[in-house]
């Protein structure tokens, strides 16, 4: 047997074993089990990549037709797309580790996104596809909770072939266009869902989708076996708006001017306030099926930051620039902001969301 070939298998394997599949290595093994113990233990070690370099190029083809080969029949038993490129990570831990360190004010979103998306992807087959709608003003940590779910399950984050993430306006900014939208939309979602059963949808600034597309996403996210043949029940919708922002504010203010800490408001007082904003607020997302029939798992509120809370935001996004800081700075930037209401100026009118701009001004 001409072993010529080894060192890019070997590199391959590893990369493989280093980065994707992490969870279904033992599967990933077993295949190869009929291989020479060789190969693992002295060939891998002595051949470096560069090897591969010297060999004839049609040997490399011939491979890497082969190794495209294998991936694809791996893909099609596994759970991740036909490129190999959808790198599922699923990493809860990292997820909670996350959430309790870079976001900072939320811990109803905090505890609820855990345990929403932990039960979620523990479920090997689950009823409907997970649906989450994250509410609260802008600069609270919507997109960023987002996007620590994406880095989290994903390998490649919100890069990942997996995940998809639209903003109403921006991807569909025309009413007339409606039709047209919701058959690309379908057709879109249709073939993710096929290349990667765990996709991931965001959707931001979900206040301003019509509600055609809204009742164009809504069976995907239905209880159905099968839509067009596809199975979606292991993928995740997420939808974040600013609806309920009123509600959420106020109650927080109520809790504030009560003297109770902000981290004793529970579900129970908001969630239910949520959705009654959500139904009674104009647009297509209060109005579609979507709410009306339950298909939300999940209503998470984002409370309005405090001043404390923009100084964590300062600080991390100092810490992250590698700038070393005193306190002094997190003072003065957290004071350039605006804060409401007028009496009060409790919370941070934008939130965090202009911190790492402001950072800009420290560099050196
Ligand atoms: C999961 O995340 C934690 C915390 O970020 C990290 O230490 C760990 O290596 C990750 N695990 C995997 C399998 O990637």
């Known amino acids: 047997m001409n072993f010529q070939w080894l060192p890019l298998l070997c590199w391959w394997l590893q990369a493989v074993k280093g980065n994707l599949f992490q969870e279904q290595l033992g599967t990933f093994s077993e295949i190869f089990h009929s291989l020479p113990g060789q190969f693992w233990n002295s060939e891998c070690e002595s051949k470096e990549l ?38 599922l990570t699923n990493n809860i831990t ?27 992807s523990a479920t090997k087959s689950p009823e409907k596809a997970l649906a989450l709608s994250f509410h609260g003003w802008s600069g609270t940590g919507k997109n960023f909770v987002a996007k620590i779910i994406a880095d989290n399950l994903y390998r490649d984050g919100l890069r990942s072939e997996c995940v998809h993430f639209y903003i109403a306006p921006f991807h569909f900014p025309h009413a007339n266009m409606v039709d047209i939208y919701k058959g690309q939309l379908q057709q879109f979602i249709l073939t993710a869902v096929q290349q ?33 043949g596809v199975d979606f029940r292991k993928s995740m919708f997420i939808f974040l708006s600013n609806v309920g922002g009123n ?3 106020s109650l927080t203010l109520e809790f504030w001017r009560a003297g109770q800490n902000r981290e004793e408001i529970t579900m129970d007082d908001l969630e239910h306030q949520i959705q009654r904003e959500v139904a009674t607020s104009r647009g297509g997302f209060a109005r579609s099926g979507l709410v009306t029939e339950n298909l939300i798992d999940f209503f998470i509120p984002f409370l309005p930051l405090e001043y404390k809370h923009v100084k964590l935001c300062v600080r991390d996004a100092l810490r992250s620039r590698g ?10 930037v957290a004071k350039g902001l605006l804060y409401v209401p007028k009496e009060e100026k409790l919370f941070a009118a934008k939130g965090c969301k202009s911190v790492s701009q402001r950072v ?3 560099l050196p």
């Open 50 to 87: 560069t090897d591969i370099s010297k060999q004839n190029a049609n040997t490399l083809e011939a491979w890497s037709f082969f190794i495209h080969e294998i991936e694809g029949w791996y893909c099609s038993v596994q759970e991740c797309c036909e490129s190999g490129d959808c790198r």
């Open 94 to 120: 990292g997820l909670e580790h996350d959430l309790s360190k870079k976001l900072h004010g939320q811990h109803l979103a905090k505890e609820v996104v855990v345990k929403a998306v932990k039960g979620f």
């Open 196 to 228: 990667c059963k765990q996709s991931l949808f965001i959707f931001d600034e979900a206040e301003k989708l019509h509600p055609g597309l809204i009742d164009a996403i809504k069976p995907y996210i239905d209880h159905y076996d099968h839509v067009d």
């Open 247 to 249: 509600s959420i504010n």
């Open 323 to 332: 700038i070393k800081y005193d306190l002094d700075i997190l003072d003065e």
């Open 360 to 362: 800009n001004f420290f």
